[in-house]
T-cell receptor, first 119, second 111 residues
Framework: DTGVSQDPRHKITKRGQNVTFRCDPI?????LYWYRQTLGQGPEFLTY????????KSRLLSDRFSAERPKGSFSTLEIQRTEQGDSAMYLC?????????????????FGEGSRLTVL | GEDVEQSLFLSVREGDSSVINCTYT??????LYWYKQEPGAGLQLLTY?????DMKQDQRLTVLLNKKDKHLSLRIADTQTGDSAIYFC???????????FGKGTTLSVSS
C-alpha cells in the first residue's frame, strides 16, 4: 500500500497525558498537512510542511500542539496535557508541491486518520 | 474570514440525480474541490474545478461554478446506493496550500 498511513488508528488516553501521532506520506510528496475533524464537522486545518519546513500554522494549533517533520518524510503531531476537547479524528494528508508537467491541481491525499479519545 | 457553507443532508432515490450545493466567501478562491468520505475511510478527491471554468464533467459527475455568486454545485447522475457518503466542498486560493472545508453534506440513497 503506497497511500498515506497514520499510526495509531485509535488512541484512548486520560486527561493530562501526552499523545503522539505519526504520519507517513506518499513517498514522492513533499507537502504534508495535519487536519482535525470532529463529529458533524469538516476537516479543520492545523498546519502544513513543505519538506521539513513548517510553512503555516492555524490559530487552532495551541501551544500544547506541536508538529515536526524532521527529515522531510514522516511527521509527528504531539499533544501535551490533553483535554477532553482534544477528542477528535486527526487527519494527515500529503500532496505534490509542484508538477513538472500539467496543472498542479493541489489534490490532497488523505490517510484514514487517528482517532483520539480523551477521558 | 474564509467560510464554506453546505446543506447538511440530502436524501434521494436510486437512479435519481443528486445535487449538492456549496457557497464560499473568499473571492480569491482559485481551486475548488469535492471530496467524498465513506464511513471508516479517509477523504477521497472526487473532482475539482479551477475558477476560470464554469463547468466540468467527469463521467456521472458535473460540477458547476458561479463565480459571481460564489456558488459551487456537484451533480451526480444516476445516483447509486454506493454513492451514500459525506461530500465535502473545499477551496483554496493557491494549489498546495491549506484547504478550507465545508461541514459536509450527508447523501443518503435509498433503493
Amino acid at each position: 500500500d503506497t497511500g498515506v498511513s497514520q499510526d495509531p488508528r485509535h488512541k484512548i488516553t486520560k486527561r493530562g497525558q501526552n499523545v503522539t501521532f505519526r504520519c507517513d506520506p506518499i513517498s514522492e510528496h513533499n507537502r504534508l498537512y495535519w487536519y482535525r475533524q470532529t463529529l458533524g464537522q469538516g476537516p479543520e486545518f492545523l498546519t502544513y510542511f513543505q519538506n521539513e519546513a513548517q510553512l503555516e500554522k492555524s490559530r487552532l494549533l495551541s501551544d500544547r500542539f506541536s508538529a515536526e517533520r524532521p527529515k522531510g518524510s514522516f511527521s509527528t503531531l504531539e499533544i501535551q496535557r490533553t483535554e477532553q476537547g482534544d477528542s477528535a479524528m486527526y487527519l494527515c494528508a500529503s500532496s505534490l508541491g509542484y508538477k513538472t508537467s500539467g496543472p498542479n491541481t493541489g489534490e490532497l491525499f488523505f490517510g484514514e486518520g487517528s482517532r483520539l479519545t480523551v477521558l | 474570514g474564509e467560510d464554506v457553507e453546505q446543506s447538511l443532508f440530502l436524501s434521494v432515490r436510486e437512479g435519481d440525480s443528486s445535487v449538492i450545493n456549496c457557497t464560499y466567501t473568499d473571492s480569491s478562491s482559485t481551486y475548488l474541490y469535492w471530496y467524498k468520505q465513506e464511513p471508516g475511510a479517509g477523504l477521497q478527491l472526487l473532482t475539482y474545478i479551477f475558477s476560470n471554468m464554469d463547468m466540468k464533467q467527469d463521467q456521472r459527475l458535473t460540477v458547476l461554478l458561479n463565480k459571481k455568486d460564489k456558488h459551487l454545485s456537484l451533480r451526480i447522475a444516476d445516483t447509486q446506493t454506493g454513492d451514500s457518503a459525506i461530500y465535502f466542498c473545499a477551496e483554496t486560493h493557491q494549489a498546495g496550500t491549506a484547504l478550507i472545508f465545508g461541514k459536509g453534506t450527508t447523501l443518503s440513497v435509498s433503493s
